[in-house]
């Protein structure tokens, strides 16, 4: 792995969020002086690369107090520790655009209950991070805030739909980050940035907004620049929740301490392109396999396999159309005349599907996750790319050529996402060094059902082989 790059931000901002916790906890660090952290590191790189849009600091301070001198024994206690949410979720009292003009002007009255779960559990909210209109897209711009740079090369694209979280976190303006995920919202970000973004299980972290109440392909779940501090947000955020139809009780045994506890062998399922699913670059490809190599020679067991996905493409893309058919039914008009072309093009297709292409969609997902699930009788994980291309430039609203295959589809370019998303499994991507132009790249692992604990486990072996975590950087 190369060097690591370059960082002027406060000695405490450089602190892993499990690191920074125990200081809080020990009465070694106040809430207020990481407060104090952050909002001087953004506003150095703020302007940058325009990750966290939206500052409630005197709500952050307010609640700082009220943590002052207080225990709790949960294994996702937080302790005071500042994080940030996506600004697709509400905080009570501070402003959420959604990325829409359309609600450009909101601030509800009233926090998700995620972001309640995260504040009793010792979370600070300092700020919202920045998104595409309504998370749609791999590209975080809207007419709100304008576009996020990626903070390794600010002239190309953060990925999306959390691409403001994973750039906020890069750049070592917070330690851990709220995102969200349906066709790769965190884990390209999280590839794109350098850091580890988890799309957990349906149900396992938040659930959708309560008048979605039982749409499980979109799901929440933590961001952080390690997999431990990945685990310990996972344990913050996860717990039933009576509110969240598909949530699921908290694990007796806590995420982190899986983490503690790396298999000493990992039977691993690769796929570089999911049989032929997914377009990936030779550069993307020859470094995916050489990390594989690595991995291999530490004695991970490989063998390069994919299970039948031949339904997979239309079955993700009928139930995304369900997903935001249904979503626009309760938005006014004043709202979705100001989508942009390609969520304006999502919510049409969604509304022109018929009963039948539904009831395939229903049929189709299950056979690919029963698929997954024979995989998995002897396999720990599948891997295969998080993303088939390294960031193009941020002025390409979508990719349009990969692996010398022009796409069509806006979402043609994410397709490596969509196998987690339509079976319902966990998925991570998790970096492996830097590569092509010194930038970094996400491996993606996917889970058994309801494996994040073993998931977890097994993106520690994969960062403890390739030396990371990668830490954070100054803006390039």
């Known amino acids: 792995m190369e060097k690591k790059r370059k960082f002027s931000g406060s000695e405490l901002c450089k602190y892993e969020a499990h690191e920074a916790v125990k200081l809080l906890k020990n009465g070694d660090v106040s809430s207020g002086e990481l407060l104090d ?15 966290t849009t939206t500052l ?16 709790d024994s ?8 500042p994080i940030t949410i996506k600004d697709l979720k509400m905080v009570a009292g501070v402003r959420t655009t959604y990325g829409s003009k359309g609600f450009s002007d909101f601030i509800p009255e009233e926090s998700d209950p995620l972001v309640e779960l995260l504040e009793a559990r010792g979370g ?18 809207n007419e709100v805030f304008g576009p996020t740079l990626n903070p390794w090369d ?8 959390s691409g403001g979280a994973a750039a906020s976190l890069a750049t070592g303006e917070i330690w851990l980050s709220h995102g969200s995920d349906h066709g790769g919202s965190l884990r390209t970000p999280a590839a794109y940035c350098g850091i580890v973004g988890l799309r957990p299980s349906p149900g396992i972290a938040g659930g959708p907004d309560k008048d979605n109440a039982f749409m499980i392909e979109g799901t929440q779940g933590p961001m952080a620049r390690s997999v431990m501090d990945c685990a310990l947000f996972l344990d913050a955020m996860s717990g039933y929740d009576p509110r969240i139809a598909i949530s699921f009780p908290h694990p007796k045994t806590s995420y982190q301490d899986a983490v503690r506890h790396v298999p000493s062998k990992l039977a691993i399922a690769f796929s570089p392109d999911l049989g032929g699913f997914g377009q990936v670059d030779k550069e993307m490809d020859n470094h995916l396999r050489g990390i594989l190599l690595m991995l291999e020679n530490n004695g991970a067991e490989i063998e390069e396999t994919c299970p039948d996905l031949s339904e997979l493409e239309k079955t993700y893309h009928t139930l995304r159309g369900v997903m935001w058919a249904t979503a626009a039914r309760g938005l006014p008009e004043e709202v979705k005349r100001h989508f942009k072309p390609t969520l304006a093009q999502n919510t049409a297709f969604g509304q022109s599907l018929s009963i039948d292409d539904i009831i395939d969609a229903n049929i189709n997902r299950s056979k690919i996750y029963n698929r997954m699930v024979k995989l998995f009788e002897k396999y720990d994980v599948l891997a295969c790319p998080t993303v088939g291309c390294m960031p193009h430039s941020q002025s390409e609203e979508w990719v349009d050529n990969v692996g010398g295959v022009k796409l069509s589809g806006y979402m043609d370019w994410l397709r490596f996402a969509f196998l987690a998303t339509t079976a319902g499994l966990p998925s991570i991507s998790v970096p492996v060094g830097l590569g092509p132009r010194g930038l ?3 491996l993606q692992l996917i889970g058994r059902p309801r494996g994040e604990a073993k998931l977890l486990s097994a993106a520690r072996l994969v960062e403890l082989t390739v030396g990371g975590p990668l830490g954070p950087i100054d803006p390039i």
């Open 154 to 161: 600010t002239s190309l694209n953060a990925g999306g739909s």
């Open 440 to 442: 970094p790249v996400g």
């Open 37 to 51: 952290a952050a909002t001087k590191r953004i506003s150095q790189t703020g302007k940058i690369i325009n990750a």
């Open 124 to 141: 600070i909210v300092l700020g919202k991070t920045n998104t595409p209109e309504f998370g749609a897209g791999g590209n975080t711009f």
């Open 74 to 81: 949960h294994d996702g206690w937080l302790a005071g520790l």
């Open 56 to 71: 409630c600091e005197e709500r952050a301070r307010t609640a700082a107090k009220f943590l002052d001198n207080t225990e």
